[in-house]
């Protein structure tokens, strides 16, 4: 299968977008095919008031329906059926498609990817990847230069407008009408600051922190680090004593002549 | 695998040493805490005969030794500095020649100084109990 394909369809993203796409399709059809046909149907009775006679007794049962409602209903129904197996067969026919594109699929791919190898490296022989990088750097900058351009149009383009906007507002006479005061003391700071919840933040942003890691990896490289260097230290005092015991005071040849491995850790 | 020397030894007796030492303590504030609770002030370390403490310490090292070389092959001292008690087909060894060992160490600890001069870098306690002290730190 395809390197998109998972678990679950196995086939690739694309053909499964396009599943997803005419499912999503279908369904908004029938939905609205529903609805139609709600809006549509006449209502079955009228409302239970209308079922009195003018006395107040219960009116008898209405009168069976016309022959053309019980033709209407059939034609409904098997219009209904036509359009579900009409669905299905595409439904059918879609799956079938799918499985046929996702089975060709491996082979394009593997076609595709010969393709592009082989190109790659006849490129690479024959110095045309080196022209390629240069024209491809010229366009990048070329680009680059492009979206300078426009990004600068787009911003004194907005900046000209928010200027206009602000020249035609008179922010004064706004300013004027508008008690500032009156809101600002309007404002309940204390519902603000409880709302705010201000221990829940500050431990959220703890946790993701996470100072106890780096406590603990710092003092845990620290510490390693001075293990590490009282082993050397005290190993090396002991080969010291042992050379000067052996070759000072014994006078014999020393008794590590094979050297040993290094005690402590592994050079980094 | 070479065998430890003088200093590497004795730095690994220092920190076993505190280590007694610091369990020794907390063991006894706690039974001068619980004295306290139950009897009241003053606060004072339990009154222990000389020989009883001497005694109790010299039990109290040498099951800390053999529990040590018996279990992983060294004690806490001898983690530190990187230090493991071997026999000769490398494996840490058994109780009881961890036992003896141990005895070895405690009676007669001035037979560290063999290590001067043994050709093999052995001590007393290594002779006797035919034990090997290597370097071999732990891989973390």
Redesign the interface.
Known sequence: MGANGTAGTGRPAALRAAGRTGRVVAGAAGLAIRALTELTRTPPDGPSRARRTADGLAAPPPPPAPYSVKTTAVVRLTAARLGEAALGLATVTTRRALDVAAAAAMPVEAAATIVVRTGTSIASRNGAAGRIDRLARIGREEQRRNEREAALLLRSAWRRSIGRAVAATDVDAVLDEVDLDAVVRRVDLDAVVVRLDIPALVERVLDDIDLGRIVRESSAGMAAET??A??VR??G???A??GF?DRVV?R?PP??AVP??E???APP | MTAAGLVSRCAASVVDVGVVAAATTLAGVVVSGIRYTVDGPPFTFPPLPGWAFGAGHTLLVVLYLTAGWTLTGRTPGQLVLGLRVITADGRPPGPLRALVRALVCVVFPIGVLWVLVSSRTLAVHDLVARTVLVYDPPPW
């Open positions: 293990v590490d009282v082993r005290s190993a005092a002991d080969r004593i042992n015991v014994l014999r008794r590590d040993a491995a005690p402590g850790r």
